[in-house]
């Protein structure tokens, strides 16, 4: 497939003062962490394509792979035309044993100086605070070295990848110009929560988990399970995995016309949200990685506006409180 039959449409990105794709490549599945392994050959390919596809949205951590997921990104960005990287920092794997976090101001200082070498780059565009907890937000330390740090353009932007509604308006009211949420069909609050506030201050949001980890693909029967390491097999009990799966038919429900798929449904409606500056992909393979572009569709309307409004009543009588 050529790089001109599959079109990535690209939105603005007011703390960059630039254009960015509206979907962009997440690369923890690519660490091979979380979901089982990818072979190298395959990570560089799928980034690689993503750059034929005019993707220009790449988002990493030190954490993934213990920062081999940032020299990759490196090595294959090299002569990427335009590429912007969103790096979140703040998970401490230097040491043996579990990850911990550490948002003290050295630590970030260091960390972000270890990311731009990795990267190749002496200025990093984007860096989020890592999953980081509202008072560590709210206390001003580890953001407030980032703001210095984009004063003297070691970065261009920072912000917070949160993991709770909690963290999210900490984070807007902390000045963050760059917000990483998880939003989806089965999960918008969070985004819905700061809103307003997102919007009046022109925050870029990146939306993640846009697939809720592949559920709202809708290939799982209400008795999957996951291999050992895969992350999900301890996201959900097998009670609540079979209440999600079971609830997926409000998903189902989107498709028709050009939405081919529920997995195109839950894209699109991630897109349907103009707030949203782009949406973070998560492929583990290049055929992943284009029938994601495909199923984005043609643009605006991304869905029915009539589907879009008939969806929060079927959420709350599915019992989905999103």
Not at 19 to 36: A, C, D, F, I
Not at 52 to 57: A, F, T, Y
Not at 94 to 108: C, H, I, Q, T, V
């Amino acid at each position: 497939m050529s790089p001109r039959s599959l079109l990535v449409r690209r939105r603005n990105f007011a703390p960059l003062r630039a254009e960015v794709t509206e979907l962009s490549l997440g690369t923890w599945g690519l660490s091979g962490e979380g979901y089982g392994s990818v072979s190298p050959a395959e990570a560089d390919a799928v980034i690689d394509r993503a750059v034929e596809l005019g993707i220009n949205l790449f988002e990493t951590s030190d954490a993934y792979g213990k920062g081999e997921m940032l020299a990759r990104l490196g090595r294959r960005l090299a002569t990427a035309k335009t590429a912007y990287v969103v790096a979140r920092v703040g998970i401490d794997r230097s040491r043996e044993g579990d990850a911990k976090k550490n948002f003290e101001p050295a630590y970030l200082r260091d960390a972000v100086a270890r990311a731009g070498e990795k990267l190749k780059r002496s200025r990093i565009d984007v860096v989020l605070l890592h999953n980081p907890g509202a008072p560590t937000v709210e206390r001003g330390e580890a953001t407030g070295v980032l703001e210095e740090m984009r004063k003297v353009g070691e970065i261009g932007a920072w912000g917070v990848s949160a993991g709770s509604r909690e963290v999210a308006v900490a984070a807007v009211e902390s000045g963050a110009s760059v917000l990483s949420v998880a939003y989806n069909v089965f999960h918008s609050h969070d985004l819905h929560v700061v809103a307003a506030e997102v919007a009046m201050r022109g925050v870029a949001v990146l939306a993640h988990s846009v697939l809720s980890y592949g559920l709202l693909a809708s290939h799982w029967g209400p008795e999957r399970s996951f291999d050992e390491g895969d992350h999900r097999r301890d996201r959900w009990t097998p009670s609540a995995l079979r209440k999600r799966v079971k609830q997926l038919e409000v998903v189902r429900d989107l498709v028709g016309g050009d939405v081919l798929t529920p997995r195109a449904a839950a894209l699109r409606y991630v897109l349907s949200n103009s707030l949203v500056s782009s949406a973070v992909l998560g492929p583990r393979s290049t055929s992943q990685l284009d029938q994601l572009v495909r199923e984005a569709g043609k643009g605006p309307p991304y869905l029915p506006d009539k589907a879009l409004a008939d969806l929060p009543s079927k959420l709350i009588s599915a019992g989905i409180h999103s």
